[in-house]
């Protein structure tokens, strides 16, 4: 059965955007990248809520013929250019990006659903309020986060009413020389599985 896999940026005291949705705090150097471009060829569905689906819908494509990126970022263009995306909005009215479809509701019922078809895994990218959305409803099967050297002292937080015991195993650690933690566990028992 496939995963879902949430994959976050997190400070050092809990946060994944800055008040405001800063997120110029993020370290992302080549060796980050390279680490994040190894995890997304493990995955054939990219998941997105509308504010990141459309942030990475309005960057990504035009990285493709920028003359000044790099290979790194080259190679993730065509990935995420070319992978299955779905973008869980209620109101969102379409989405045309290629290789995406949009879910508005019956997220509950629907993610299973998913999960039961053949396939890689598929990845949550940022979306916060999304993953807030999935961890409530216990549809979150690994955790991917990478642990920031910076303290932000308030903004939006990883884990947000959350009413219910998430027990996990941690499966590997990763350091990385900027001083980004990488942190891999599995939850335990999900019925969702």
């Known amino acids: 059965m496939r995963k879902v896999i949430s994959f976050m940026h997190v400070s050092l005291d809990g946060f994944v955007a800055g008040p405001n949705g800063e997120m110029d705090w993020i370290i992302m150097d080549d060796e980050i990248f390279k680490d994040a471009i190894d995890l997304a060829s493990t995955i054939d569905t990219a998941l997105y809520g509308r504010t990141t689906y459309q942030m990475m819908e309005a960057y990504w494509p035009t990285v493709l013929s920028n003359p000044l990126s790099n290979e790194l970022e080259l190679h993730h263009a065509r990935w995420v250019e070319n992978v299955h995306k779905i973008v869980f909005s209620k109101t969102l009215k379409k989405a045309e990006w290629n290789n995406t479809r949009l879910i508005?509701?019956?997220?509950?019922?629907?993610?299973p659903l998913l999960k039961q078809q053949d396939g890689k895994s598929m990845m949550i990218f940022g979306s916060p309020t999304l993953t807030h959305s999935f961890m409530q409803m216990n549809l979150i099967d690994e955790y991917r986060i990478n642990v920031n050297p910076v303290v932000l002292g308030k903004g939006v937080p990883?884990?947000?009413?959350?009413?219910?015991?998430?027990?996990?195993?941690?499966?590997?650690?990763?350091?990385?020389?900027?001083?980004?933690?990488?942190?891999?566990?599995?939850q335990k028992n999900n019925n969702n599985k």
Request: proline share 0%.
């Open 158 to 186: 990883l884990f947000k009413n959350i009413d219910h015991m998430i027990d996990l195993k941690l499966l590997k650690t990763k350091k990385f020389n900027s001083g980004v933690v990488g942190f891999y566990y599995k």
């Open 104 to 111: 508005k509701e019956n997220i509950v019922e629907k993610v």
